[in-house]
């Protein structure tokens, strides 16, 4: 789990992992945040800032990287 409230500039582009428990892990960059929120993106590769970031319950995220997308 990932507290919005612990969220800096500096986390903008940080790798996560998306598990819902239902479908398979995702990975994705932290595009941005608001009170409820955070904003990733999936599937863009390296350059997140050009793409929208899907609003993303953090209850269900985890700083870090699947092994087998590396």
């Known amino acids: 789990m990932i507290e919005i409230k612990k969220l800096t ?14 479908g398979f892990p995702e990975q994705g ?17 390296f350059d997140y800032r050009n793409y929208t970031g899907q609003a993303c319950n953090p209850n269900n995220l985890f700083f870090g990287k699947l092994d087998h997308l590396r």
């Open 29 to 45: 960059k932290i595009k941005s945040w608001n009170n409820k929120y955070i904003f990733v993106v999936f599937n863009a590769g």
């Open 9 to 22: 500039k500096a986390d903008c582009g940080s790798w996560v992992i998306y598990n819902d428990g239902i």
